[in-house]
């Protein structure tokens, strides 16, 4: 039997599935352990936005793998786990159309000012409020997409269904590839001056850390809009909230901050940007993914992992390649 820990909530089908190879224990809920009391024997993580540090893994000397939920690796240290031998796995495409649909529901909230009208609403200023909120059209509009891996081509197919202009970037993708969805190729200049809406759509890495700085900020059309579903990092939070304050941008809707980096559990206190003291910024929890149908494909992906290494097998989407030693 594995024991296996699981940092967040999941899918209860694929909870389900798990306990049947053995103990859970669960990092969330009435019944939460913290990782520290069980490392000694876990052998299995289900991991979501708990950070996994080289500590945790040092103190872990039965660890064959940590099953990523989600695409993204930049809670785990990767480096730490290859030299310990073991596994890190992610789930490629199983949230990549909830993801393509959260941009489009940040982007239509800014559009339409829906949080601000829903709100007055609620609160009784009906009246006041109607001649205030003014918003625009996607349609004609330029979606620039710096990034075109699996979301932001169903992004673009989104905006087609708008009747937007779509141009892309990636140094990684073909011109040709880039056609075959409608858009047109261009540099990520062209992209980040050109578009009325920028949405990101990249990795974090030393080269795209702080990509979105003032000076690409202050290049942006004026009354232009900046999405960003993929990592906060890749925006400068101060230089984008001194935009939205001087009105250089017209908006932003972020469902990821940089403050996730020092804990993603709570990344507000550490967060530069003030999310209730900007205006027209629509912040989301880092939810985009968060869909019943991208949970359970991504915990039947993380879950067929683990099944994978327990079996004694190399997991499908590994991000490393180890030589995994022998447990007893």
């Known amino acids: 039997m594995t024991t296996i820990y699981v940092s967040d ?3 209860p089908e ?3 599935e798990l306990t049947t190879l053995g103990q859970v224990h669960r990092g969330y809920g009435e019944t939460a352990v913290d990782y520290t009391e069980v490392s000694h024997e876990v052998e299995a993580v289900l991991l979501r936005a708990e950070r996994f540090d080289a500590i945790k893994i040092a103190a872990s000397p039965r660890l064959r793998i940590i099953a990523r939920h989600g695409v993204g690796t930049d809670n785990v240290d990767i480096d730490a786990a290859t030299t310990a031998g073991i596994w890190v796995t992610t789930t490629p495409g199983s ?3 909830a993801v393509a649909e959260h941009v489009f529901a940040l982007l239509l909230s800014l559009a339409r000012r829906t949080p601000y009208g829903a709100t007055g609403t609620a609160a009784g200023a009906w009246a ?5 909120i003014n918003g625009f059209e996607l349609h004609g509009r330029t979606l620039g997409l710096l990034g075109f891996g699996n979301i932001a081509r169903m992004v673009a197919t989104i905006a087609h269904g708008f009747g937007m202009d779509v141009v892309a970037h990636d140094p990684y993708v073909e ?3 880039v ?6 190729p261009a540099t990520a200049q062209e992209v980040i001056t050109g578009a009325d809406v920028l949405s990101l759509h990249l990795p974090l890495t030393p080269q795209t850390t702080h990509l979105i700085d003032a000076a690409t900020l202050a290049s942006m059309k004026p009354g232009a809009v900046l999405i960003n579903t993929s990592r906060g990092g890749l925006v400068d939070e101060a230089a984008l909230a001194q935009a939205l304050v001087e009105g250089h941008l017209a908006g932003a809707g972020l469902d990821v901050l940089e403050g996730e ?3 993603m559990k709570n990344p507000l206190p550490h967060s530069v940007i003030d999310v209730a003291q900007v205006p027209n910024l629509v912040v989301t929890p880092h939810v985009a993914g968060q869909t019943a149908e991208a949970f359970l494909a991504a915990g ?3 879950l067929a992992a683990i099944r994978q290494v327990v079996a004694g097998d190399r997991p499908a989407t590994a991000v490393n390649d180890v030589t995994a030693p022998s447990y007893s």
């Not at 006041?128 to 205030?132: R, T, V």
Request: net charge negative; glycine share 4%; no cysteine.
């Open 9 to 11: 909530p999941i899918h």
């Open 14 to 16: 694929v909870l389900a």
């Open 95 to 97: 949230n990549s159309r």
């Open 128 to 132: 006041e409020l109607k001649p205030q």
């Open 175 to 177: 011109d040709a590839a």
């Open 179 to 184: 056609e075959a969805t409608g858009a047109r």
């Open 261 to 263: 980096s020092v804990d």
């Open 300 to 302: 039947t992906d993380a």
